[in-house]
């Protein structure tokens, strides 16, 4: 949770994972209705040998969320997203990180192919980064594609408090977009789970919650006990309500402003917990990419939704022939009535207008068969895996193979292997699968072959009842978890770990560091 309070009335909320404070932060002048720090040059700089070096503080900000909502965050380089870094293909990288928070963290490049080393997992490929300490990695930019990063340290707590940002490799062979504007989903909430019961839920109202500032810390507690049945993700359910868009809420979500004719990408990342749906209204598009890997010659639909879970990326271009103000929703698919809100599409000369969001479609794309089918290069399969995603209680603890993390299921491949895991959702919740160090296709679903493009991924939405295949080639050795994006989920048991066999990590993890690479 996000310690968030309202500057008018200064209602103090405290972080459900790191507890609460007597303090009230109150906005300083330069702060209310608008957000001190200004977004980084995203070129980092160039050292002689050629690398692009960016450096990363990680550091607590007073973020505002729109005029009158600020949040305590935790950020990178003070902006929520943190800075964008755009590379370009071929390109050598440099991250320097230096840890400015009272707790240890650690930075992963979610969906980039990295040397294990560079993976940013505390316990699994490097011990995590202690208060006042740097951690440098690098990189070698040769899989064009959108992509994020974000902690993987005690992640239900760190990047729901901001620890988040896009990683874009530009291809050398593509032509500039007069548009092309990354699209983070996030949510906040403006309540403490952790200070709340059940019985204390009943019949409050978000909209009416005046009484929050006078609770005392531990005068409420969230237990099996009090919770009168509610799940943890229940819970949560009830507790997020506000939805943002790099990182700014409502009113304060930055307009894209285009011209007709224009070419436009929009990158859409979900840095959040829950499943988005977005639909873009009386405008035809195309799906180019799914988690940065190309669709093969992808058609052009109009009046049709997309879902994208915790961690997908879906780029879109879309072809600007309808002038007026239109607003993209986007709306949380289990919890639309909190959680909803529009991103401002308005041509020149249409500014100051109503936003129009045109008719809503009860179609959704399917990546199944979206796209033009191609035949993919895979060999035999040497290795084959189940993945039977579970939970013991109904939605507080989360399993694989009926195994909790740390005492966590393990499939062992070996470097050529070509690997087969059939993952089955026997939940109520959606699950956004993430295999680190390697994309994998998906051949099929619910038994039946992918009939579009091939669909080639590293965060897969595997949703109630749902099978799917997908294989991918070992040709990345190290340990490598495979988990649950919904980072309540993982932290809840639900990860495994690919590990290659032979394979001797570089780093020994360090007793008296606090590793919780969940």
Same mark, same amino acid.
């Given at each position: 949770?996000?310690?968030?309070?309202?500057?008018?009335?200064?209602?103090?909320?405290?972080?459900?994972?790191?507890?609460?404070?007597?303090?009230?932060?109150?906005?300083?002048?330069?702060?209310?209705?608008?957000?001190?720090?200004?977004?980084?040059?995203?070129?980092?700089?160039?050292?002689?040998?050629?690398?692009?070096?960016?450096?990363?503080?990680?550091?607590?900000?007073?973020?505002?969320?729109? $005029?009158?909502?600020?949040?305590?965050?935790?950020?990178?380089?003070?902006?929520?997203?943190?800075?964008? +870094?755009?590379?370009?293909?071929?390109?050598?990288?440099?991250?320097?990180?230096?840890?400015?928070?009272?707790?240890?963290?650690?930075?992963?490049?979610?969906?980039?192919?990295?040397?294990?080393?560079?993976?940013?997992?505390?316990?699994?490929?490097?011990?995590? +980064?202690?208060?006042?300490?740097?951690?440098?990695?690098?990189?070698?930019?040769?899989?064009?594609? @959108?992509?994020?990063?974000?902690?993987?340290? /005690?992640?239900?707590?760190?990047?729901?408090?901001?620890?988040?940002?896009?990683?874009?490799?530009?291809?050398?062979?593509?032509?500039?977009?007069?548009?092309?504007?990354?699209?983070? +989903?996030?949510?906040?909430?403006?309540?403490?789970?952790? #200070?709340?019961?059940?019985?204390?839920? /009943?019949?409050?109202?978000?909209?009416?919650?005046?009484?929050? /500032?006078?609770?005392?810390?531990?005068?409420?507690?969230?237990?099996?006990?009090?919770?009168?049945?509610?799940?943890?993700?229940?819970?949560?359910?009830?507790?997020?309500?506000?939805?943002?868009?790099?990182?700014?809420? /409502?009113?304060?979500?930055?307009?894209?402003?285009?011209?007709?004719?224009?070419?436009?990408?929009?990158?859409?990342?979900?840095?959040?917990?829950?499943?988005?749906?977005?639909?873009?209204?009386?405008?035809?598009?195309?799906?180019?990419?799914?988690?940065?890997?190309?669709?093969?010659?992808?058609?052009?639909?109009?009046?049709?939704?997309?879902?994208?879970?915790?961690?997908?990326?879906?780029?879109?271009?879309?072809?600007?022939?309808?002038?007026?103000?239109?607003?993209?929703?986007?709306?949380?698919?289990?919890?639309?009535?909190?959680?909803?809100?529009?991103?401002?599409?308005?041509?020149?000369?249409?500014?100051?207008?109503?936003?129009?969001?045109?008719?809503? =479609?009860?179609?959704?794309?399917?990546?199944?068969?979206?796209?033009?089918?191609?035949?993919?290069?895979?060999?035999?399969?040497?290795?084959?895996?189940?993945?039977?995603?579970? @939970?013991?209680?109904?939605? $507080?603890?989360?399993?694989?193979?009926?195994?909790?993390?740390?005492?966590?299921?393990?499939?062992?491949?070996?470097?050529?292997?070509?690997?087969?895991?059939?993952?089955?959702? $026997?939940?109520?919740?959606?699950?956004?699968?993430?295999?680190?160090?390697?994309?994998?296709?998906?051949? =099929?679903?619910?038994?039946?072959? +992918?009939?579009?493009?091939?669909?080639?991924?590293?965060?897969?939405?595997?949703?109630?009842?749902?099978?799917?295949?997908?294989?991918?080639?070992?040709?990345?050795?190290?340990?490598?978890?495979?988990?649950?994006?919904?980072?309540?989920?993982?932290?809840?048991?639900?990860?495994?770990?690919?590990?290659?066999?032979?394979?001797?990590?570089?780093? @020994?993890? $360090?007793?008296?560091?606090?590793?919780?690479? #969940?």
């Amino acid at each position: 949770m996000k310690k968030t309070f309202l500057c008018s009335g200064i209602i103090l909320l405290s972080s459900v994972m790191i507890g609460c404070s007597n303090e009230v932060l109150e906005p300083s002048e330069e702060q209310q209705g608008s957000n001190e720090n200004v977004e980084p040059d995203q070129g980092g700089q160039l050292t002689e040998d050629g690398t692009k070096v960016f450096d990363l503080n990680v550091t607590e900000t007073e973020w505002m969320l729109d $005029d009158e909502m600020m949040t305590d965050a935790w950020t990178y380089n003070g902006t929520i997203p943190g800075q964008e +870094i755009r590379v370009e293909e071929g390109d050598t990288v440099r991250l320097n990180v230096e840890n400015e928070l009272e707790v240890p963290t650690a930075v992963h490049l979610h969906g980039f192919p990295v040397p294990n080393e560079m993976d940013g997992v505390p316990g699994v490929t490097q011990n995590a +980064i202690m208060p006042g300490e740097e951690f440098t990695y690098d990189y070698q930019a040769d899989v064009p594609g @959108t992509y994020w990063y974000h902690s993987h340290q /005690d992640g239900a707590t760190q990047v729901d408090k901001g620890l988040y940002g896009v990683f874009i490799v530009e291809p050398e062979d593509e032509d500039a977009f007069d548009v092309d504007e990354a699209i983070v +989903i996030d949510e906040f909430s403006s309540m403490d789970m952790g #200070e709340m019961n059940h019985g204390d839920m /009943d019949g409050m109202e978000h909209e009416n919650m005046s009484g929050m /500032d006078e609770m005392e810390h531990g005068e409420m507690t969230m237990s099996d006990e009090n919770m009168d049945g509610m799940s943890h993700t229940e819970m949560m359910n009830q507790m997020y309500n506000t939805l943002v868009i790099n990182g700014q809420a /409502d009113t304060q979500i930055e307009t894209i402003e285009v011209k007709e004719g224009d070419t436009a990408k929009l990158r859409f990342v979900n840095a959040g917990l829950f499943t988005q749906v977005v639909s873009i209204p009386e405008h035809s598009f195309r799906v180019t990419h799914y988690d940065g890997q190309a669709v093969n010659e992808p058609s052009e639909i109009s009046e049709t939704k997309f879902r994208i879970a915790p961690a997908e990326r879906y780029d879109i271009e879309i072809d600007l022939d309808n002038p007026g103000a239109w607003g993209i929703q986007v709306f949380a698919e289990e919890n639309q009535e909190r959680l909803n809100t529009l991103i401002p599409l308005v041509y020149d000369g249409n500014e100051g207008q109503d936003l129009q969001t045109g008719d809503s =479609s009860s179609s959704f794309l399917d990546i199944t068969t979206y796209g033009e089918a191609k035949d993919i290069d895979l060999d035999d399969i040497t290795k084959e895996f189940d993945m039977l995603l579970g @939970t013991d209680d109904g939605g $507080d603890t989360f399993t694989v193979n009926g195994k909790q993390f740390p005492d966590h299921e393990i499939y062992e491949v070996e470097e050529g292997d070509v690997v087969k895991v059939t993952i089955e959702n $026997d939940t109520d919740f959606d699950h956004p699968m993430h295999l680190h160090g390697e994309f994998f296709n998906v051949i =099929s679903k619910n038994g039946e072959p +992918i009939q579009g493009s091939p669909v080639l991924k590293d965060t897969l939405n595997v949703r109630p009842d749902e099978t799917y295949e997908i294989v991918f080639e070992a040709n990345n050795p190290g340990n490598w978890m495979f988990h649950c994006h919904e980072f309540h989920h993982a932290e809840g048991g639900m990860i495994a770990e690919v590990q290659y066999m032979g394979f001797e990590p570089s780093f @020994t993890p $360090d007793p008296d560091i606090p590793n919780k690479p #969940e």
